[in-house]
């Protein structure tokens, strides 16, 4: 085994760590299989220059770090600048979380204290406010590699989008509104699909 397998090994597992990934969460975001991710950490095979360059990006450094050897308090110094970034996205995404319900409490409020004629569903107005704070965590989700999470915010997506539009429906007294919920098995059927054959197929 050579050394600077052996760097490369160590550095992925050590990026990966810092950046509270599983090896499930590695292979979607590389498109590879969780049994490729595993023998780049045993070293047991070195991705190729292409997909090095890969992993650089994904983990924002070069190359180069990827094949030097590094002590516990570099990694130390980065798991902690990368700890301060995820709560710093994860404080932004809960403040957008918490403007969208605070506009569906306004909404709600107002038809009650103005009489509006919507006031009996302006209830509604929170199931779109989840359907808002699931398309939030989803782009978080992309954005950051957690695919686990992105696979449940998008399903939690489609289904809190179907609701919405069901009870808008159902306030306005439309017939057969339910079959809303047909349209939602396909594209649950689709995601669930895309997730599995993204993580099973490897690259060549």
Known sequence: MGKIEENIANNIVNLRKVNNMTQ???????QYSNKTISKWERAESM??????????DLFNVSVDFLT?????????KKDKEEKQEL????????????AAYFIATVIFIYAHLSSASYAPFAWIAYIIAAAVCCFIVSLYSRRHGYVTTGLVANSLLIWT?????????LSRSMDNSWMLFLVGLPMQAALFTQ???????QKK
């Open 68 to 76: 030097k050897e590094h002590s516990e308090k570099e990694f130390d």
């Open 24 to 30: 499930f969460d590695l292979a979607g975001k590389l």
């Open 195 to 201: 997730f599995f054959m993204r993580h099973k197929v």
């Open 47 to 56: 991705p190729d220059i292409s997909v090095l360059c890969e992993i650089a």
């Open 161 to 169: 989008a179907i609701t919405s539009v069901f009870c808008i429906t």
């Open 87 to 98: 709560l710093k996205n994860i404080l932004v995404m809960t403040l957008w979380s918490i």
